[in-house]
């Protein structure tokens, strides 16, 4: 009897551990999504997240748990200073969309490309009346930009001084209308979006130069403190699902006059 409880003992306890092991294997890794509203690619509307990076990393997200359990736990809407924060301090935070700069390079784990970039300095029509060539010749110009963006660190190290510090991209156009600065960056894709949602007139607004340093692709990455069992699992998923042109699909559902986009524009 003695031998016979000691064998079911064992065989008890190797259950247990097994059960243990197997829970803690099937445990989804919990992710947490950053970034900042910029439309098409990502916007809050009704409370709940959109757009088609914002749908991209689901589904890549879904996918990569088919290797290695991991899930949502939030999609946060932030300012890009505490975003770049939370990212770099965590493990297992996403955050998208961020231009790809020598600066940043080690900062970050990079995961994929998301989406084209396109910036441009813009100027009210009643603005300065200036022929704008280089980006040096905003000196002595009052110029918004977000704090720890690509674009203040562009600015600040060709010797632009007077930097008028804004939080998100609205706050800039809204700075433009009301001549309390010269020039501001905007995103080409969003440009018509954001200038509808405060009543203005895209013919209010005048394009002076093209910010080709910060012209490229937008990335999806991650900190460097996520480990690299999660990082290759969102890659290898990224990278097939890109393939298989889902994100391109996307992109073309997400056109203005969508039934998703055509809300949004008129929330405000």
């Known amino acids: 009897m003695r031998i016979l409880a000691c064998y079911l003992k064992r065989i008890l306890t190797g259950v247990l551990c097994l059960s243990f092991t197997s829970a803690s294997i099937a445990a989804p890794i919990p992710l947490e999504l950053y970034t900042q509203e910029f439309p098409p690619l990502q916007i809050e509307l009704n409370g709940k997240p959109e757009g088609y990076v914002v749908k991209f990393v689901e589904a890549v997200v879904a996918d990569a748990a088919k290797t290695l359990p991991m899930e949502i736990s939030g999609v946060h809407f932030v300012p890009w200073k505490r975003a770049i924060r939370t990212t770099q301090r965590n493990s297992n935070v996403l955050f998208f969309s961020l231009s790809r700069t020598q600066s940043r390079e080690a900062q970050y784990t990079w995961i994929g490309q998301v989406s084209p970039y396109e910036v441009a300095v813009y100027r009210h029509i009643s603005g300065p009346s200036v022929a704008i060539k280089n980006l040096s010749q905003l000196k002595g110009f009052s110029v918004a930009a977000q704090p720890a963006s690509a674009f203040e660190a562009l600015i600040k190290d060709i010797g632009v001084e007077n930097i008028i510090p804004v939080h998100y991209g609205r ?81 073309n559902e997400y056109h203005p006059k969508s039934e998703v986009m055509t809300r949004y524009r008129n929330k405000v």
Not at 191 to 204: A, D, I, L, N
Not at 232 to 242: I, P, T, V, W
């Open 171 to 251: 706050e800039a156009i809204k700075l433009l209308h009301a001549k309390r600065v010269d020039f501001a960056p905007l995103t080409q894709s969003s440009f018509h979006y954001r200038v509808e949602q405060y009543g203005y007139k895209p013919s209010e607004f005048v394009e002076v130069l093209k910010v080709d340093e910060l012209s490229q692709e937008l990335w999806l990455v991650t900190g460097n403190k996520t480990s690299p069992a999660v990082v290759k699992a969102l890659m290898q998923s990224f990278e097939r699902l890109k393939a298989e042109g889902l994100l391109e699909q996307l992109m």
